[in-house]
């Protein structure tokens, strides 16, 4: 992979997805479907609005910086997965990030590498279950070229990892 400088976006992006991660302390388990939801959990792993902003605002924000220059802002996707699980995390917010930033841009071929990426990722934190149920909509509107309707359905992911709003 070639190296590149820090982007504040991708930062500020792979910050605020951290709890995602957080929710699978431990083994790779899965944390039951009941329990996502469970403000009680939510407060333990310290997932809110500050650590989790609304996807919906993330991409508002985005709207705000106007063009982005993918080619430029573009990062290779790591071929192989640490040993480290709170490394994952981290890799898996940035990938999360490429993801907005993909989408942003709508390069619809970059898009299936991220997801890869990321389902990778997940699955090693015990959230492949979570990630891939959304998975076939995602792909079906970025195909279709309705971008928007996209950026809905990522939103509706988030209810996997954070507050109610």
């Not at 705000?64 to 071929?79: A, I, N």
């Not at 898009?111 to 909509?137: D, F, N, P, W």
Request: glycine content about 8%; overall charge negative.
């Amino acid at each position: 992979m070639r190296a590149h400088p820090p982007n504040p976006l991708a930062t500020l992006l792979c910050a605020s997805l951290l709890p995602f991660a957080a929710l699978q302390r431990g083994g790779a388990q899965e944390v039951p479907e009941d329990l996502i939801g469970d403000e009680h959990v939510r407060e333990e792993f310290g997932v809110n609005h500050f650590t989790t902003p609304s996807i919906r605002e993330l991409f508002s924000l985005l709207d705000e910086l106007g063009s982005l220059p993918y080619d430029t802002l573009q990062r290779e996707t790591p071929d192989s997965i640490a040993r480290d699980r709170s490394v994952v995390a981290l890799v898996l917010g940035t990938l999360i990030s490429d993801g907005f930033l993909v989408v942003q841009t709508e390069k619809v071929s970059e898009l299936e590498g991220i997801g890869r990426a990321i389902l990778k990722q997940a699955k090693v934190l015990g959230a492949g279950m979570r990630v891939t149920k959304h998975t076939k909509s995602i792909l079906e509107s970025s195909g279709l070229g309705e971008w928007e309707k996209l950026k809905t359905e990522l939103a509706k992911t988030q209810s996997d990892v954070a507050p109610r709003r």
